[in-house]
């Protein structure tokens, strides 16, 4: 059954590159990011690996985990692990779930068996401090993903978990942001006494509420 938005994320026991984790206790209060790959010892998956280790700070800042997860074992991810480290330039920073039998996969999922009936696609969950599922995105196995759209999404669930805006097309942190529809005028007086500019009534612009 698929994983959707505003579902808890499944919990579960999975044996990982830094030990058995027990999902939903590692996450913690933290926000998480869980995301599949179809396989080890691949190049596209190499970049990304590297690439997300390399972003792990961003990561931090945010107060975000991030996990990774094939149906390859432990074992090969950590043989593996030495040549991201040697191509990508950056040391695998963050574990990696091994899932041989498909529990974690089967969990969320990741196997589209009319894409590939082995492999798990190119999943990305985004998952709040409350556990629930806040983003899913699929992508498929011949195409990288994009992991700065990853934290410019986060960037945005947190702003709106905070406020009571939402954000437009390409907005990155620091932009103007929408007053949320569900916002009446009269309550949006008391929410941003610093005013907005209504370009519609259902569209009105203001400066984003945390930065001066
Ligand atoms: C890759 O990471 O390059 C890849 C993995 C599985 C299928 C196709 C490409």
């Not at 947190?158 to 916002?183: E, F, H, R, S």
Request: proline letters at 7%; charged letters at 25%.
């Amino acid at each position: 059954m698929a994983v959707r938005l505003g579902d808890i994320a499944p919990d579960f026991t999975a044996e990982t590159t830094q030990g058995t984790i027990r999902f939903h206790e590692w996450l913690g209060d933290s926000w998480g990011v869980l995301f599949s790959h179809p396989k080890d010892f691949t190049p596209v998956c190499t970049t990304e690996l590297g690439y997300v280790a390399k972003i792990k700070p961003e990561f931090d800042k945010r107060n975000v985990k991030v996990i990774g997860l094939s149906v390859d074992p432990v074992d090969s991810h950590v043989k593996w692990e030495g040549d991201i480290a040697e191509t990508q330039g950056t040391p695998v920073n963050f574990p990696m779930i091994g899932d041989p039998d498909r529990t974690v996969s089967d969990l969320y999922d990741m196997i589209h068996p009319n894409a590939n009936d082995t492999l798990t696609v190119r999943s990305v969950f985004v998952i709040g401090p409350d556990k629930k599922v806040k983003l899913t995105i699929t992508y498929p196995a011949s195409t990288g993903r994009n992991f700065d759209e990853i934290l410019r999404v986060i960037d945005s669930l947190q702003l709106t978990a905070q406020y009571k805006v939402a954000t437009p097309a390409n907005w990155t942190d620091g932009q103007d942001v929408i007053i949320g529809a569900a916002v009446s005028d009269d309550e949006a007086k008391t929410l941003f006494p610093q005013g907005w500019k209504t370009v519609k009534p259902y569209l009105r612009v203001l400066a984003q509420p945390n930065k001066k």
